[in-house]
């Protein structure tokens, strides 16, 4: 309901931070959960160690590439850890991180109770965990070793007669089904149960993105669906959508998949821009510039998205006037893009900046994005893009968008969030620390692979010869890797140390501008004793302001934490 003036003369409340791993019940309380909240603390646990487990795989693959000719790996072992880390990242991390991030804050930025469907909500995280743990048993009898994308007929039950890709294909239902319950409960929690005053108009960015996410995932997962079902009883039912010796198509596959895949590039991004547009204006103290732009060109860049998934397959035999379209229609989604990457430098332009992790980490993915923009703008010029499949130059690309466009945006939104959601501040020294870490060992790992691909190094192989310059590059590659393996570390160890000893936090340490921190750190319960009524798309300032003016003083909101605590 709406609030009285009376309610919004109140200072905002100063209440302790509780201890959440104490007050909440024991583990069963966990297990039984239907809050959103506990949920969402859920996801970003589970998705983070899967994130640990994918980057220790990730490490062992670079060990093996260190040097040429190096044995250290097998080729089944070395295509086994390749299958997990692909898979692990996007369908174990990225995507489901995002949902946790959605489930915490979407209820809590637009003043709801809880999730359209607790319930389900519920569903969309076990199902997750299932999955996850159906694909890593795989490990005890034959991990798969069909590469991420599983290309078929290669996957099939004649070259890959054991049951690795099987628990692949399981993976895939398990997570599939899992995000599409998420997404049906997002969009009837984000249509249905706004504030009041909270038009489309007023929807904090964040929201937008975690919408247009979830539309994204309807569309594109009963795709994938249908081509892992396909391959299934290809394998084992004896039909055969995908052999072309028996009347089937190989590039059957790559059209369903790609489908889905390109929109899940968007799917896994676009909320980092989101996170990313919260970010940036509480820390350059001004409001978001272009929120309309902004807003309509999230909508923009997924429609496209949606329409381009060829530009993965321009080294098929296809058609030239087919190239031309998915080429121009790639070359198109620059342009949203663009708009995004001005409205955000214009939100930092004259600001009074506050250099906080959350904004370093924030102001990194502008420039590792950027870079992974321009390449793929090379690599949807189709003639380009013949030179260049299937080498290190696309692994390089594919790491410059997701790690820019995801990772870097998702360690903003846990150095951001992470007061709300623990009532605990991180300490902004190892923060710092490992921004650094992360940012000098990402470009040190993945720049030089670019020149790795210039040079026709093909991906997806275990061992290389010393020819030019190939050793050095790799061992280049390979000191990076373990410097960004040191800079998540001290995130992880921050994290852990801050839950029992971080600096009590306040509702609003930030001085932000959305609703999740109207309310005390962590929320209770019932998320809100008295919701407020929306005015504009920066409630918190309203709320300051009114508060002002009929206090005589400023709002009470905590200040941001002591410089002590900053450098503990």
């Known amino acids: 309901m709406a609030a009285t003036t009376e309610t919004l003369a109140r200072p905002l409340p100063q209440v302790v931070a509780r201890d959440v791993t104490r007050e909440r019940g024991g583990w069963t309380s966990w297990v039984t959960t239907t809050d959103h909240k506990k949920i969402g603390i859920m996801y970003l646990v589970l998705t ?48 489901p991180i995002m949902a946790g991030f959605g489930n915490y804050l979407v209820p809590l930025m637009i003043g709801a109770r809880d999730m359209a469907f607790p319930k389900l909500n519920a569903l969309s995280f076990w199902l997750l965990a299932a999955g996850g743990v159906v694909f890593y048993a795989s490990i005890f009898f034959s991990p798969p070793e069909c590469g991420w994308t599983c290309y078929a007929p290669l996957s099939s039950k004649d070259y890959l007669p054991s049951g690795g890709v099987d628990a692949w294909i399981y993976l895939i239902h398990l997570t599939g089904l899992s995000s599409l319950v998420g997404a049906v409960n997002f969009y009837a929690t984000i249509a249905n149960m706004r504030a009041p005053g909270m038009g489309w108009g007023r929807l904090p960015l964040f929201v937008w993105t975690i919408l247009t996410y979830s539309v994204l995932l309807i569309l594109a997962l009963p795709v994938i669906a249908g081509a892992v079902t396909m391959l299934l009883t290809d394998r084992h039912f004896g039909t055969h959508f995908f052999e072309a010796s028996a009347g ?22 676009l909320p980092g821009f989101g996170i990313i547009s919260e970010v940036l204006p509480v820390f350059s103290r001004k409001p978001i510039f272009g929120y309309k732009a902004i807003a309509a060109a999230t909508v923009v860049i997924a429609f496209l998205g949606l329409l381009v ?82 080498t290190y130059f696309v692994v390089a690309h594919l790491h410059y968008v997701l790690v820019g466009g995801a990772v870097f945006a998702i360690f903003a939104g846990i150095y951001y969030w992470f007061p709300k959601i623990t009532g605990r501040m991180l300490s902004e020294g190892l923060g710092k620390v490992s921004f650094w870490l992360i940012l000098i060992g990402f470009h040190v790992t993945f720049l030089i692979q670019h020149s790795l691909g210039l040079d026709g190094m093909p991906r997806r192989i275990y061992e290389y010869a010393d020819v030019g310059h190939l050793e050095l590059y790799n061992l280049i590659s390979t000191i ?3 410097i960004l393996a040191a800079g998540i570390l001290v995130t992880v160890v921050n994290v852990v140390r801050s839950v029992r000893v971080g600096v009590i936090a ?63």
């Open 48 to 95: 983070f160690v899967f994130f640990l487990l994918g980057g220790t795989e990730a490490l062992m693959m670079r060990l093996q590439l260190s040097q040429a000719n190096n044995t250290l790996l097998d080729p089944q072992t070395y295509n086994e850890l390749f299958t997990m880390h692909g898979t692990t990242m996007i369908f174990l991390f990225v995507v």
């Open 248 to 269: 089937g198509s190989p590039l059957l596959w790559q059209h369903l998949f790609w489908f889905f895949g390109h929109p899940e590039v968007y799917i896994m991004v």
């Open 309 to 390: 998934w060829a530009h993965h397959m321009f080294a098929t035999p296809s058609p030239t006037f087919v190239l031309i379209f998915f080429m121009l229609g790639s070359f198109l989604i620059a342009v949203p893009t663009g708009v995004k990457m001005f409205n955000w430098i214009a939100t930092m332009w004259r600001g009074t900046v506050e250099f906080r992790t959350a904004l370093l980490f924030a102001a990194g993915f502008l420039g590792t994005f950027l870079i992974g923009g321009i390449t793929g703008i090379f690599l949807a010029v189709f003639p380009v893009d013949w030179q260049l499949t299937d």
């Open 480 to 482: 990076g890797s373990f």
């Open 506 to 568: 306040g509702p609003d340490p930030w001085k932000a501008n959305t609703l999740e921190w109207f309310t005390t750190s962590p929320p209770p319960v019932n998320n809100f004793d008295v919701v407020p009524r929306v005015r504009s798309v920066e409630p918190m300032k309203d709320i300051r302001r009114q508060v002002e003016r009929q206090t005589g003083h400023a709002a009470a909101p905590a200040p941001p934490a002591p410089e002590s605590a900053l450098q503990a």
